[in-house]
């Protein structure tokens, strides 16, 4: 189990918390990069003569998640569950 423990130092996907999984988040700079929101696509039209663009609708697409981790004890059955 991991022995650094923090509020920015793990993450939890679903039931099963990172430390569980032997796993610590760690950063590739000197910030975290958090994508809260999905890509999203606006539904626009311009009309031929009209003035400007209507909107009626935002269609939102799959989430990805980027999550860099350092491991020192990451078993078979530990990269399973995170599969």
């Known amino acids: ?6 509020d920015f130092l793990g993450f939890r996907l679903g ?3 990172s430390y569980g999984l032997n796993i610590t988040r ?5 910030r ?3 994508n809260l929101l999905p890509t999203f696509t606006d539904a ?3 009309v031929p003569g009209g003035d400007g663009t209507y909107y009626w609708d935002t269609d939102y697409t799959s989430k ?3 999550i860099d981790f350092a491991f020192d004890d990451l078993r078979d059955e530990d990269l399973r569950k995170l599969r």
Do not use: K
């Not at 189990?1 to 923090?6: C, L, R």
């Not at 760690?26 to 000197?30: H, I, K, L």
């Open 44 to 46: 626009t039209v311009q």
């Open 64 to 66: 990805i998640f980027n």
């Open 26 to 30: 760690v950063s590739t700079s000197d």
């Open 15 to 17: 039931n099963e918390h």
């Open 32 to 34: 975290y990069q958090d």
């Open 1 to 6: 189990m991991s022995v650094y423990q923090g």
